[in-house]
């Protein structure tokens, strides 16, 4: 679970970069797993299936953030996380 503290002076565009940094982090992690011949693939699955469950809850993390609206979101959030994706999806190729 990934705890969020704003030290003084922090606002919501200072919280969602730090969310989306950390997205990005386990992005890249995810293409390196998915490099990654493993021997035990029930462990391997088993780690990817956390990454993927911690994914998901940081982007549910973002809408709920206090201030964030949806014209916020629509504008601000979903550019980024396209942006992470493709990002990815270029660092695979």
Do not use: H, P
Request: aromatic share 6%; with cysteine; net charge positive.
């Amino acid at each position: 679970m990934l705890i969020v503290i704003i030290s003084e002076g922090g606002d919501l565009t200072d919280a969602m970069n730090f969310i989306l940094t950390n997205l990005t982090e386990m992005n890249k992690l995810w293409i390196r797993m998915q490099a990654v011949t493993s021997k035990d693939r029930a462990k391997r699955d088993k780690q990817r299936n956390d990454l993927k469950m911690t994914i998901g809850e940081n982007i549910v993390r973002l809408s709920s953030l206090n201030g964030c609206t949806i014209e916020v979101y629509k504008n601000f959030v979903i550019d980024k996380l396209v942006e992470i994706v493709c990002f990815a999806k270029l660092s695979s190729t």
